[in-house]
Every structure is written in structure tokens, then in C-alpha cells.
């Protein structure tokens, strides 16, 4: 497979796909639908993706919480999903190193997102530790976890 890494905006083609696998996977399960909020965030934000060919295999946000736009310091990954024909393929793992990578380059310091409580054992793996306390948010218990660069 020829599966490539890339960034992309809320004006490229690849972003109708991603908001569809979002809603599908992150939300419709969950009885909520991505809202227009939504939309607004995700011109601001990053978005990184694996793609085969032309079809979005994975995707995650990057939200600047700190810094300047162009080289923030801190940042927040959200809604990360792999589509469901792929996971359990490492494409999760793949998407993550190769964004943390990223950022890395961009001179990020630190990575914070707010886990999904199934989730925290695959973000653990990857070197992200937890702090506070678990909450809920959007209908699902969450953990928040960060990880120094």
C-alpha cells in the first residue's frame, strides 16, 4: 500500500471525507452531529490525514492552544479517527508518530488532547501520560493526557 501522509485545510477536497468519517465514527454512535461550530474550529485548526490514493484512510486535528498560529508551542490533537475498513492496521499509531513529527518540525513543545477512556491505553503506548481527573464530555467519560516533544 502506498499510504501518504499529508496536511490539508477545511477547503481541500479531503476535508468532505473527513468530516463524514468524524460523524460517523465520533459522533452518530453517540447520538450528536457535527455542528457548524464545528465547521468554524476546523478552519482555524490543522488537519493531518493518510490517504491511499485519493481515499481518507485516517485523520486527527491539531488545535493551537498556545502560541503563535504559524509556530505554536502548545497544541491540542482532537478527533482523531481511523476509518473502520482500517483499523487495527497500525494506521493510528502511524498517523500520530507521523504528526507529532510534524508539529516536532514546526517547534511544538507540547501535545495535549482529551482521550476517550477506551483510547487511553493507545495514546499510553505512545508515550502520553495522564493528569486530572476523568470527566464527561459529549455523552463519553474522557482523560486528559499530554506529551512533551
Given at each position: 500500500?502506498?499510504?501518504?501522509?499529508?496536511?490539508?485545510?477545511?477547503?481541500d477536497?479531503?476535508?468532505?471525507?473527513?468530516w463524514n468519517l468524524r460523524q460517523a465514527i465520533l459522533r452518530t454512535p453517540?447520538?450528536?452531529?457535527?455542528?457548524?461550530?464545528d465547521h468554524q474550529q476546523d478552519q482555524i485548526d490543522r488537519h493531518f490525514c493518510l490517504c491511499l490514493k485519493q481515499q481518507l484512510l485516517?485523520?486527527?486535528?491539531?488545535e493551537v492552544l498556545e502560541g503563535d498560529p504559524e509556530s505554536p508551542?502548545?497544541?491540542?490533537?482532537?478527533?482523531m479517527v481511523v476509518s473502520p475498513?482500517?483499523?487495527?492496521q497500525g494506521l493510528g499509531r502511524l498517523l500520530i508518530?507521523?504528526?507529532?513529527?510534524?508539529?516536532?518540525?514546526?517547534?511544538v513543545e507540547s501535545i495535549h488532547l482529551a482521550a476517550r477512556l477506551p483510547a487511553v491505553g493507545f495514546y499510553q503506548k505512545l508515550g502520553y501520560?495522564?493528569?486530572?481527573p476523568i470527566y464527561h464530555h459529549l455523552r463519553i467519560d474522557h482523560r486528559d493526557m499530554v506529551k512533551t516533544l
Open positions: 500500500m502506498d499510504i501518504i501522509f499529508k496536511q490539508y485545510t477545511s477547503r477536497t479531503i476535508y468532505r471525507q473527513a453517540v447520538g450528536l452531529h457535527l455542528t457548524e461550530q485516517a485523520t486527527v486535528s491539531v508551542r502548545l497544541v491540542k490533537l482532537r478527533q475498513d482500517y483499523q487495527k508518530e507521523k504528526t507529532e513529527q510534524a508539529l516536532r518540525e514546526q517547534f501520560k495522564q493528569y486530572g
